[in-house]
């Protein structure tokens, strides 16, 4: 695999698109004056093949690879190698029928990087897989020879000498796939301890919980279940014997349709001889009427019984009366004793408040009494100083007298 075309669009110090063909696949050399972007030809080669350590770009930083930081309107850098891929047994992995691989790399300003294969996005670990299986590993550069690296070399530790060993001999792709398989074994082991920790710290004992709670729910379910059955089994008892105390109904009231119409039947039996007897009855009234009328002592009777009737409607209707009359003095009498009452718990209160007023009036008037005495003594005294002569009888000689009689008292 040989590069055979260079496109280098805003990288370092080409502003304009340029494109470099003609390559040599045994020896080629870039010559020119100083400051005509010999080197920068080299770091864009070394960018397009996904060197990470900018120093060596003499860079700083990914917008220091712009043209002028991106600060003269041009925003994005990109860089397009092509190789020629002849030979299928040193072609990379995968891309063993293209005869072409164009390889694209772009950044723009804020940092956004993007690697193309053969005009499709491809991942920055795609790429470097391919470059490793062919033994472009271009972050251990040992195929690359630049100023000082055979000083480097002569000054190299064993360890460095073995890892530029296995980089030319192409086994480096596959240790550090093996050490970055090593590392993600080890963080899925960290994350599994982690995993069977909560799994038996927290997880497990929610599933004794919920294994629990699943029996004991079980268990409701089976007795709701047989609460069930004997419900149903007491609302079938139930029905069985509201349907017998029914049929025993319907069979009670059979019997007792039964008996009603052989009652009904003794009921048109008896008026029938109670017609009978009334036809009887009458016929015989007849026969006596006839025989009674034969002489006066007939109409004598009838006269009494006429007036005995209507003495007897008279009596009824007083009767009638007397017991109308009951009935309202009984209301009446009922009303009364309700009033009683009330009147005899209103007249309960009022003798309390009676004796309470009676109690104070007797009071009132003792003091009264008590009070009109002493008027009157004053006036007795008043008249008697006025008068000289003491109105009652017996109490002779004046108001000295009278002085005399209250000192003494």
């Given at each position: 695999?040989?590069?055979?075309?260079?496109?280098?669009?805003?990288?370092?110090?080409?502003?304009a698109r340029t494109h470099i063909t003609g390559w040599d696949h045994e020896f080629n050399a870039i010559t020119g004056l100083n400051g005509s972007?010999?080197?920068?030809?080299?770091?864009?080669?070394?960018?397009?093949?996904?060197?990470?350590?900018?120093?060596?770009?003499?860079?700083?930083?990914?917008?220091?690879?712009?043209?002028?930081?991106?600060?003269?309107?041009?925003?994005?850098?990109?860089?397009?190698?092509?190789?020629?891929?002849?030979?299928?047994?040193?072609?990379?992995?995968?891309?063993?029928?293209?005869?072409?691989?164009?390889?694209?790399?772009?950044?723009?300003?804020?940092?956004?990087?993007?690697?193309?294969?053969?005009?499709?996005?491809?991942?920055?670990?795609?790429?470097?897989?391919?470059?490793?299986?062919?033994?472009?590993?271009?972050?251990?550069?040992?195929?690359?020879?630049?100023?000082?690296?055979?000083?480097?070399?002569?000054?190299?530790?064993?360890?460095?000498?073995?890892?530029?060993?296995?980089?030319?001999?192409?086994?480096?792709?596959?240790?550090?796939?093996?050490?970055?398989?090593?590392?993600?074994?080890?963080?899925?082991?960290?994350?599994?301890?982690?995993?069977?920790?909560?799994?038996?710290e927290e997880i497990t004992p929610k599933l004794d919980k919920l294994r629990h709670e699943k029996q004991a729910y079980l268990e409701y379910q089976?007795?709701?279940?047989?609460?069930?059955?004997?419900?149903?089994?007491?609302?079938?008892?139930?029905?069985?014997?509201?349907?017998?105390?029914?049929?025993?109904?319907?069979?009670?009231?059979?019997?007792?349709?039964?008996?009603?119409?052989?009652?009904?039947?003794?009921?048109?039996?008896?008026?029938?001889?109670?017609?009978?007897?009334?036809?009887?009855?009458?016929?015989?009234?007849?026969?006596?009427?006839?025989?009674?009328?034969?002489?006066?002592?007939?109409?004598?009777?009838?006269?009494?019984?006429?007036?005995?009737?209507?003495?007897?409607?008279?009596?009824?209707?007083?009767?009638?009366?007397?017991?109308?009359?009951?009935?309202?003095?009984?209301?009446?009498?009922?009303?009364?004793?309700?009033?009683?009452?009330?009147?005899?718990?209103?007249?309960?209160?009022?003798?309390?408040?009676?004796?309470?007023?009676?109690?104070?009036?007797?009071?009132?008037?003792?003091?009264?009494?008590?009070?009109?005495?002493d008027v009157t003594q004053l006036e007795e005294l008043l008249q008697s100083l006025t008068t000289g002569v003491a109105s009652d009888e017996g109490?002779?000689?004046?108001?000295?007298?009278?002085?005399?009689?209250?000192?003494?008292?």
């Amino acid at each position: 695999m040989f590069v055979e075309e260079l496109i280098i669009d805003g990288f370092k110090s080409y502003a304009a698109r340029t494109h470099i063909t003609g390559w040599d696949h045994e020896f080629n050399a870039i010559t020119g004056l100083n400051g005509s972007g010999k080197s920068n030809i080299l770091d864009a080669i070394c960018f397009v093949l996904g060197i990470r350590n900018y120093k060596l770009l003499r860079a700083n930083n990914m917008q220091d690879l712009i043209y002028k930081r991106g600060q003269a309107g041009i925003t994005k850098a990109s860089v397009t190698v092509v190789f020629r891929n002849n030979d299928r047994k040193t072609s990379p992995l995968g891309y063993e029928d293209c005869k072409q691989i164009s390889l694209t790399r772009q950044i723009m300003v804020g940092g956004k990087n993007k690697y193309m294969i053969n005009g499709h996005t491809a991942q920055e670990q795609a790429v470097a897989n391919m470059l490793q299986s062919v033994q472009l590993s271009i972050n251990n550069p040992h195929f690359l020879i630049m100023q000082g690296k055979i000083t480097q070399v002569l000054n190299m530790h064993p360890p460095e000498i073995l890892a530029m060993i296995e980089e030319a001999a192409g086994t480096r792709m596959f240790e550090e796939r093996k050490d970055k398989a090593q590392k993600t074994m080890s963080k899925k082991d960290k994350k599994i301890e982690e995993i069977s920790a909560i799994l038996t710290e927290e997880i497990t004992p929610k599933l004794d919980k919920l294994r629990h709670e699943k029996q004991a729910y079980l268990e409701y379910q089976k007795v709701e279940i047989e609460l069930d059955r004997l419900r149903r089994l007491v609302v079938a008892y139930d029905y069985t014997k509201c349907e017998e105390s029914l049929n025993n109904s319907n069979s009670s009231m059979a019997s007792g349709r039964a008996r009603l119409d052989e009652m009904a039947v003794q009921l048109e039996t008896i008026k029938a001889e109670i017609a009978n007897i009334a036809k009887s009855k009458a016929k015989t009234e007849e026969k006596r009427r006839a025989e009674m009328s034969k002489s006066g002592e007939f109409k004598t009777l009838q006269a009494q019984i006429d007036e005995l009737s209507k003495e007897l409607v008279r009596i009824k209707t007083q009767c009638d009366l007397k017991t109308a009359s009951i009935k309202e003095e009984q209301a009446a009498k009922s009303k009364l004793v309700a009033s009683k009452g009330k009147f005899e718990s209103e007249l309960a209160k009022r003798a309390t408040s009676f004796e309470k007023q009676m109690s104070k009036y007797t009071q009132e008037k003792q003091q009264y009494d008590e009070k009109a005495k002493d008027v009157t003594q004053l006036e007795e005294l008043l008249q008697s100083l006025t008068t000289g002569v003491a109105s009652d009888e017996g109490r002779e000689g004046g108001f000295m007298q009278q002085l005399q009689e209250a000192k003494k008292e």
